[in-house]
């Protein structure tokens, strides 16, 4: 069931007011949001930058390049980013992906529920990489949800803490105009907030720009 997204558009706009605009996705190519889609599971950012600075040292930065790479080699380059051995399997099979479906200029003629399709049909590679791929790749209106949107807007008291992948997505679809800016620009708040106030644990409410709509940072609980 899709949550009511009228209260969305005007928590998004506190956000802006507080943070300000917001730059993403650190990345030169769609391939390279590709690859970094991939090795920032279970990753901080930081880390997949030196993974993917690593690559481009070895000019490895593209599709037939990864596939070619000696395994050992590779696995070599993106050891920074964790769980190396699993995420060179995916950037694999990514790779092998992209160039069956024609590499960017191919992904880029498709209409984006088949270019979604296709990328999700990849093993290891779930709704939220995918969309990161659409949106900051190839400028795609889909919106990302990521743990800060289920966290941040679970708290606030306007969606389930269990709810879905597609439901919340839809619930942003709904409220938010089909801008692939737009769209960039509020998950980056979202990610902001999420990073600076609304934390897994020990969140700072009481300074949240969020707090005076959110149920949870208005507990007397949490005033302090």
């Given at each position: ?107 880029r003629s498709m209409p984006t529920p088949t270019a979604r399709a296709a990328l999700l049909a990849v093993k290891g590679l779930g709704p ?23 966290r941040i807007f679970s708290r606030v008291g306007v969606v389930p803490a269990d709810i879905g992948y597609e439901p919340l997505q839809a ?54």
């Amino acid at each position: 069931m899709v949550p009511d997204p009228r209260p969305l558009p005007g928590l998004i706009e506190r956000l802006s007011e507080a943070f300000g605009p917001q730059d993403w996705w650190p990345a030169e190519t769609a391939f390279e949001v590709l690859v970094g889609a991939v090795l920032t599971q279970n990753a901080a950012w930081r880390n997949v930058e030196q993974a993917i600075a690593r690559l481009r040292a070895r000019d490895w930065l593209s599709a037939t390049a990864i596939v070619n790479a000696p395994g050992d080699a590779l696995r070599e380059c993106i050891r920074p980013s964790g769980y190396y051995n699993v995420k060179a399997r995916r950037l694999l099979a990514a790779c092998e992906t992209w160039l069956e479906l024609g590499g960017e200029a191919g992904l880029r003629s498709m209409p984006t529920p088949t270019a979604r399709a296709a990328l999700l049909a990849v093993k290891g590679l779930g709704p939220e990489s995918v969309d990161d791929v659409l949106l900051y790749g190839f400028n795609r209106p889909v919106f990302v949800v990521d743990a800060y949107t289920r966290r941040i807007f679970s708290r606030v008291g306007v969606v389930p803490a269990d709810i879905g992948y597609e439901p919340l997505q839809a619930a942003f679809h709904a409220a938010l105009p089909p801008d692939a800016a737009r769209f960039n620009e509020a998950h980056a708040l979202i990610v902001a907030v999420g990073k600076d106030y609304c934390r897994p644990r020990s969140p700072r409410c009481g300074r949240c720009p969020l707090q005076p709509a959110c149920a949870y940072g208005s507990s007397d609980a949490q005033r302090s």
